[in-house]
């Protein structure tokens, strides 16, 4: 089979547009509450949990034949907590601003329903590559919303991206105000619900399909 096979495209890109596991499932909102205020800490917590997801699911996939049913779940945990732990030290090594930006939401990836639920679901009985496709996918559809909240958020609440001032200053000069609410975790949830609105009016043939 090739690598990139008409069902390896699907499991790769399906989850990052039409079978989106954030706006689809309603899986992993709850750190978009925290992590998107700013585009920075969105985009290093979306590549985390895409390093996270692929390599956990590849790991159980290597090691899938050999791993007891009943004590499964324990397995998924301490491969999971070790990458994330890895992902952490990385983090507070090489971007350490960052890191602290984060937080505990770094370590809060272990309970991401996304992870455990690629490698109970597709991880314990598909091969590495595909497991590996998989979790890339999952993990880039959860990451593109976290960047898409951040980018909203970070421009109207701050009127800068990265850190760098996009709003002219000649703007505030005539009286605009940056919109300090969307700077409030609440106002994640609002983005996020626009989004899914958005995704659910463009692909109405998924809600036919239920």
Known sequence: MSLFSGKNKDILLGPISKKNPVVVQMLGICSALA???????????????????AFANVIISLIRKTIPNRIRIIVQLVVAAT???????????????????????????????????????????????????????????YGVILIIVGFFRELLGSGTLLGIQIVPQ?????????????????????????IIWIHRARNKDLQEEK
Request: net charge negative; proline share 4%.
């Open 35 to 53: 992590v998107t205020a700013k585009l920075e800490p969105s985009i290093v917590m979306a590549i985390s949990v895409v390093v996270v997801i």
């Open 170 to 194: 000649i703007f505030y000069d005539w009286g605009y105000v940056n919109n300090g609410l969307m700077i409030l975790p609440p106002m994640a949830l609002i983005v996020i619900a626009v």
């Open 83 to 141: 990458l994330v732990t890895l992902v952490s030290e990385i983090l507070k090594a090489f971007a350490y601003d960052v890191s602290k930006q984060l937080s505990v939401f770094i370590g809060l990836i272990l309970t991401n329903c996304i992870l455990m639920g690629r490698m109970e679901a597709f991880g314990l009985s598909n091969g590495p590559w595909e497991s590996f496709l998989d979790g890339v996918g999952h993990g880039a559809g």
